[in-house]
Nanobody, 129 residues
Framework: QVQLVESGGGLVQAGGSLRLSCVAS????????MGWFRQAPGRERELVAA????????YYADSVKGRFTISRDNAKNTVYLQMNSLKPEDTAVYYC??????????????????????WGQGTQVTVSS
C-alpha cells in the first residue's frame, strides 16, 4: 500500500501563494497519474488538478486554471501543486491521491475522483480576505 504525505499548507492572505508537496513511498511512483483534490467544510471533495505519469498531460478544474500549476519530479517521488493568486474560496483541506491504474490514458476522457484509490492525510490551506 502506497503512502502519500502532503506538506506545504498554511495560512496566507488573498493574492498570496503556497506550494504543496506530496511524497509517495513506492518505487513505481513514475507509472501512475497523480491528482490534487480539495474539500471545504460542507462540500464534496473535488478534483483540482491531475497529471499523467510522464508529466506531459495535465488537467485543471476551471476554478483554478491560470492560477494553479501541477508538476511532478519522478526522481524524487514527489508531486507538487503551485498555487498563486489565492482566493478565500480556495480555503479547504487539500489531498494528494494516486490513480488506481498505471499509465492511464486520458485521451477519451479526463480523470474522475473514482479513478483514485490511494490518498494522503490532507493539508489545510486557509486564505484570509
Amino acid at each position: 500500500q502506497v503512502q502519500l504525505v502532503e506538506s506545504g499548507g498554511g495560512l496566507v492572505q488573498a493574492g498570496g501563494s503556497l506550494r504543496l508537496s506530496c511524497v509517495a513511498s513506492e518505487r513505481t511512483f513514475d507509472q501512475y497519474p497523480m491528482g490534487w483534490f480539495r474539500q471545504a467544510p460542507g462540500r464534496e471533495r473535488e478534483l483540482v488538478a491531475a497529471i499523467n505519469w510522464s508529466g506531459r498531460s495535465k488537467y485543471y478544474a476551471d476554478s483554478v486554471k491560470g492560477r494553479f500549476t501541477i508538476s511532478r519530479d519522478n526522481a524524487k517521488n514527489t508531486v507538487y501543486l503551485q498555487m498563486n493568486s489565492l482566493k478565500p474560496e480556495d480555503t479547504a483541506v487539500y489531498y494528494c491521491a494516486r490513480d488506481s491504474i498505471k499509465f492511464r490514458s486520458t485521451v477519451v476522457r479526463t480523470w474522475r475522483i473514482t479513478d483514485f484509490n490511494s490518498w494522503g492525510q490532507g493539508t489545510q490551506v486557509t486564505v484570509s480576505s
